[in-house]
RNA sequence: CGGGCUGUGGCUCAGCUUGGUAGAGCGCCUCGUUCGGGACGAGGAGGCCGUGGGUUCAAAUCCCACCAGCCCGACCA
């Protein structure tokens, strides 16, 4: 060879992030930007990690007594526009359909026609549209709870797309469900906070600190605003899913009324909850490394990719008859609920060219299978995880017997790094010198990775969030659910309760 | 929505100042030698030069308009 890069990807996440971003996705072939502003391409690779991420949590779903249903894509601008807050909050971004039909003008182009009489917005979120639903199947506390989830894709008009993290359509899966009390809502939004943090940690190996939005982050029509938190390797912050306790904000828009136990007419109380496409963006941003994607074993697309060497015709029928065994051997596995997934890459393709591109896709097992191999009945085994020239030669029949366990011990050790890293970022910050020290790079021009999470008190006030935000672009990420610890205030020297967690944020 | 920059094979770009009908590297295809750490050689395919108009004998190149993208700002659950 000519040139040997040192890595598969370039920049490095150490010379520029961003791109590196863009270049891991492009590489591992995940996603790709369409024609159409602002909406990406999800390529298979891509869609079958939001996939198994939509298996996994879906099965969390049903088992805390949720089912799924669908509602429609379109909502009445009526209805969208019943609760103030929430309108507000969503209009700069929200798609209007106002025309059903397509006529061809003087100039032969085609131009749409026939208006509508009321404007149809594209879902940026639900409550509205399903809230309508839920008003008429609610009549009495009998009704209650409703525990519905559904996936679908909605549509904000951002301004700043990024693949994964940002689009204009993206998707996810939203949760609705209406309550006979306030204190039950609560302990729901409560619980799918949990089973987020479940998720993000079991599944994802990603550590997250949940907690509650501040005033000024909260979502549009919310009484509670709660979010999971990660922490990413340009130290930023993503959030990573949330859960809003919506008091009877949109029961009393919607009209979601019930008779109480006591025969009198009471609002619902409601509360929703969702986690989005950036879950995958997430994933890339916490575990990959300068050689492209490192996937959790539990939702990477196939667990194993089983490498073919084949450099003799003689021995070529043979090595494939040894591979397609291990694989069917290996099928017959479970792993996360599920078979474990195999590939066999039949490529004839010279020297390293596709243990690259599976370490690129971020498989996290590759077993190198070759005449060599043959006599000894071995296998060579590389963790994705582990450094590339690192390969572990094994008798097939043992590497059958503890594939699980070593898929195991790859999703631990990737949520340890990820714990250790974001640990090592995080810091108690007790004066707004140190603040103001912590957030700003050293390079102005070209800012170097920087900054992590602040644990710093506050005296609850919007100003010096505000303040904060214009000053350094750090906001507050969530107040977390812990136990008190009186302090002062770090900017204004007033009381506070606890501290909360500050970060520059995706 | 305001300011700046850029649109040329799949990708990254050169050519434009001084108009003469298009190039490189990578990728792709074929053949041969290779193949357990990103291989090498030879040959080959591929371009309405963002769109529309204008100037000219002649436009990727000059002029005008439009469109799209990127960066900065504003905005942003």
């Not at 390293?352 to 690129?360: F, L």
């Amino acid at each position: 060879m000519t040139k040997v890069e040192k890595n598969a990807i370039s920049p490095t996440r150490e010379q520029d992030f961003p791109e590196w971003y863009q270049q891991v996705i492009r590489a591992a072939e995940l996603a790709e930007p369409s024609d159409v502003r602002g909406c990406m391409v999800i390529r298979p690779w891509g869609f079958g990690i939001w996939e198994n991420m939509q298996r996994q949590l879906d099965a969390l779903f049903r088992a805390t007594g949720h089912r799924n249903a669908y509602f429609p894509l379109f909502i009445p601008l009526s209805y969208f526009a019943k609760e103030a807050e929430h309108v507000e909050g969503f209009a700069k971004e929200c798609a209007v359909v106002t025309h059903t039909r397509l006529e061809v003008d003087a100039a032969g182009k085609m131009k749409p026609a026939s208006p509508l009489t009321e404007p149809l917005v594209v879902r940026p979120t639900s409550e509205t549209i399903i809230g309508a639903s839920y008003a008429k199947w609610v009549q009495s506390y009998r009704d209650l709870p409703i525990l519905l989830n559904q996936w679908a894709n909605v549509v904000r008009w951002e301004m700043r797309p990024r693949l994964f993290l940002r689009t204009t359509e993206f998707l996810w899966q939203e949760g609705h469900t209406v309550h006979e009390t306030e204190a039950e809502a609560r302990a729901e939004t409560q619980r799918m906070l949990g089973v987020y943090e479940t998720f993000a940690r079991d599944h994802c190996a990603i550590p997250v600190f949940a907690g509650e939005k501040s005033e000024g982050e909260k979502f549009p029509g919310a009484v509670q605003t709660m979010t999971i938190e990660a922490m990413v390797q340009d130290r930023k912050a993503i959030q990573a899913g949330t859960s809003h306790f919506l008091g009877q904000n949109f029961a009393r828009a919607s009209g979601i009324q019930f008779q109480n136990r006591e025969g009198k007419q009471e609002f619902g109380w409601t509360t929703s909850w969702g986690m989005t496409t950036r879950m995958v963006g997430t994933v890339i941003m916490a575990h990959g490394d300068d050689d492209g994607v490192i996937l959790p074993p539990r939702i990477a697309p196939t667990q194993i990719v089983i490498l073919p060497i084949t450099p003799k015709e003689e021995t070529r029928g043979q090595v494939l008859e040894v591979c397609d065994k291990l694989a069917s051997d290996l099928r017959l596995k479970r792993y996360a609920d599920l078979g474990l997934e195999i590939e066999i890459d039949h490529r004839q393709f010279g020297g390293g060219i596709r243990n690259w591109e599976w370490i690129k896709k971020g498989v996290p097992i590759r077993l190198e299978l070759g005449p060599r191999d043959l006599e000894n009945h071995s296998v060579t085994v590389s963790r994705r995880d582990h450094p590339m020239k690192e390969k572990q030669l094994m008798p097939v029949t043992e590497f059958v017997a503890c594939a699980q366990e070593i898929l195991g011990s790859i999703q631990q050790n990737l949520y340890q790094r990820a714990l250790k890293f974001r640990d090592a970022n995080t810091r108690a910050i007790e004066s707004k010198e140190e603040f103001y020290d912590f957030f700003t790079p050293k390079d102005s021009v070209k800012p170097e990775i920087h900054g992590g999470f602040a644990l710093a008190h506050w005296n609850g006030s919007r100003e010096v969030e505000e303040k904060i935000k214009s000053d350094l672009k750090v906001t507050i990420r969530c107040i977390p659910v812990s136990d008190p610890e009186p302090g002062r205030c770090i900017f204004t020297g007033q009381a506070s309760k606890r501290r909360v967690i500050w970060a520059k944020a995706y």
